[in-house]
């Protein structure tokens, strides 16, 4: 699945918007979809994403002004309508790019961004073009400069035109997210959405990395799940090892489930000191059976010792693993 | 968290208490194995995804070892349910992509990017193939949820197993000290 796009750092928000785009095309197993598998390998905000991040802003207001437009039903077919027209779609284009910026702004101001706020920012999409008729040569010098990236922008607004009529009905059923849209970002609620998935993945990726032991140095995503995966095998086969030490041990495994009391460090000893009465008494004849108890004794003490550092070293990681899974559900 | 993975785990050992006197090795190794697996997965209750599919794997294997061990009711549905999610086959949905993508203009910068997504997705892939149950999670954020819970649960299970295998193999060297002083005795006397 699209992990990857997930991962970008936080710049690119046009990342998540296409990706979403490929996210879908996959789930509906679509191959019809053209434009939409195209739209992947382009996204430019990936791992080298400071590099990019001028051009996919540029893109991404691009973007959330072509989707934010289409969010209202009348603008449906404005967007469809840009769709087959190149030098049509750039002077759309550009206005909007001027227009997104304003309306970011204003919905960075309103601070919490839901399905209803963006509506007064399509309003003002809607009034401004009439406007903004008059600044062509603004739209001129915002064409050249994007004249180098049109034939990406030409498949992206066409993939977002056709992802929009999906989305016109999915964006009432998106469940809200009360998150604040940073400055320069796109204000649609399916970015945020995105966005927030993006964000709690990338929180979850640092709780493993603070789990698994010298994860904290590595930078990358790929790197730290093959650190991860290491982790989890190695854990596995430790298990499997320890299993068969404990079967070669010995041939009786006996625990007394009575004495295992509260304290972790009674109840491994007491487990294990009941396993070798039981051993004993297969062993050996009954009226020797006193002294093998307090034959164990004495090792059993020193043995306790010397596992007490061990298990209180046992017991601080007992704390800390079962903080974790206590601060995962509580994130959850 | 310790104390309960313990007292499953011995009760999953009690079950296997009257074929105990197994005489290979690797079957007396599997029980434990099997037992110390389902006592962790019984643990979560069938909350998470890896739990369920764990005691679905060691159902097939050990049907009888599973119901004991499981609380009764949930044991039915869990064994029985199998999760439902087609697995899409890689090499269909890798060629159509290819074809998809063969005509595209990509710069140098896209290339990087796109090379670092695909190792992510690699990599997620065989994090999927590690963690029990990992094919049937359809999206990433669970998928790392439910390794941050195994991994968690696997650490307790070393570490109680350890504990335990060295108790029991500092206490059998023990007895073997004491078992040979003891027959020296007997043969003395």
Redesign the interface.
């Known amino acids: 699945?699209?992990?990857?796009?997930?991962?970008g750092a936080r710049s690119g928000d046009g990342v998540p918007f296409r990706e979403a785009t490929a996210l879908e095309s996959?789930h509906l197993g679509g191959?019809g979809e053209?434009f939409r598998?195209?739209v992947?390998?382009?996204?430019?905000?990936?791992?080298?994403a400071l590099?990019?991040l001028p051009p996919t802003q540029a893109v991404e207001l691009l973007h959330s002004s072509s989707s934010s437009a289409s969010q209202a039903t009348t603008l449906h077919s404005l967007g469809t309508l840009s769709f087959p027209s190149n030098p049509l779609l750039m002077e759309r284009a550009s206005r909007f790019s001027v227009i997104a910026t304003e309306n970011q702004q204003n919905g960075n101001v309103s601070g919490e961004t839901t399905t209803t706020s963006s509506v007064p920012s399509n309003e003002h999409i809607k009034t401004e073009p009439a406007e903004t008729e008059t600044c062509d040569q603004a739209a001129v010098e915002k064409q050249s400069n994007r004249c180098g990236k049109r034939?990406?922008l030409d498949k992206k607004v066409k993939s977002s035109t056709k992802k929009k009529s999906k989305s016109s009905e999915e964006n009432e059923k998106l469940p809200y997210v009360h998150v604040r849209a940073r400055r320069g970002q796109a204000t649609d609620s399916h970015s945020l959405a995105e966005r927030a998935?993006r964000e709690?993945?990338n929180a979850?990726?640092k709780?493993?990395q603070e789990?698994?032991p010298g994860c904290d140095k590595i930078q990358g995503?790929?790197l730290v799940?093959?650190e991860?995966?290491n982790?989890?095998?190695s854990?596995?086969r430790?298990?499997?090892m320890?299993?068969?030490?404990?079967?070669?041990?010995?041939?009786?495994?006996?625990?007394n489930?009575d004495t295992?009391l509260?304290s972790?460090n009674g109840?491994?000893?007491d487990?294990?000191f009941s396993?070798?009465s039981y051993?004993?008494r297969q062993?050996?004849q009954p009226p020797?059976q006193q002294w093998?108890f307090d034959?164990?004794n004495q090792?059993v003490w020193g043995?306790e010792e010397n596992?007490d550092h061990?298990?209180d070293h046992?017991n601080l990681?007992?704390g800390s693993?079962?903080l974790?899974?206590n601060q995962?559900k509580m994130e959850? | 968290?310790?104390?309960e993975f313990?007292?499953k785990w011995?009760?999953g050992?009690?079950i296997?208490?009257p074929l105990?006197?197994n005489t290979s090795?690797?079957e007396?190794?599997k029980?434990?194995?099997l037992s110390?697996?389902v006592a962790m997965a019984s643990l979560r209750k069938g909350t998470t995804c890896w739990s369920r599919a764990l005691i679905q794997k060691t159902a097939t294997e050990d049907n009888f070892l599973v119901r004991q061990m499981l609380s009764g009711i949930k044991a039915e549905t869990l064994i029985n349910k199998k999760l439902p999610k087609v697995m899409c086959h890689r090499k269909i949905?890798r060629r159509?992509?290819k074809i998809?993508?063969r005509r595209?203009?990509?710069?140098a910068?896209?290339e990087?990017?796109?090379k670092?997504?695909?190792?992510?997705?690699k990599?997620?892939q065989?994090?999927r193939n590690?963690?029990p149950g990992g094919e049937f999670m359809?999206?990433?954020?669970l998928l790392?949820?439910e390794?941050?819970?195994?991994?968690?649960s696997?650490?307790?299970?070393?570490?109680?197993?350890?504990?335990?295998?060295?108790?029991?193999?500092?206490?059998?060297e023990?007895?073997a000290y004491?078992?040979g002083k003891?027959k020296f005795a007997i043969e003395d006397g």
């Open positions: 699945m699209d992990l990857s796009g997930r991962f996959l191959g053209e598998q195209m992947p390998p382009e996204n430019a905000g990936g791992f080298t590099l990019e034939k990406e998935r709690k993945i979850r990726m709780l493993l789990l698994v995503t790929a799940l093959d991860i995966i982790h989890v095998q854990l596995q430790q298990v499997e320890l299993s068969m030490r404990l079967a070669s041990v010995n041939p009786r495994i006996d625990f489930l295992i509260a972790e109840s491994l000893m487990g294990s396993e070798q051993h004993h062993l050996q020797s093998p034959g164990l090792p043995r596992q061990g298990n046992n990681m007992v693993a079962s974790h899974p995962v959850l | 968290m310790k104390e313990l007292k011995q009760m050992l009690q296997y208490r105990i006197d090795v690797s007396r190794r029980a434990i194995k110390a697996d949905v159509s992509k998809l993508r595209q203009s990509r710069s910068i896209e990087v990017a796109a670092a997504r695909k190792l992510v997705k990599k997620t065989g994090l590690v963690v359809s999206n990433d954020v790392i949820q390794t941050l819970d195994y991994i968690v696997l650490q307790t299970q070393v570490n109680v197993m350890r504990s335990i295998v060295d108790a029991a193999e500092a206490g059998s023990r007895t004491y078992l003891l």
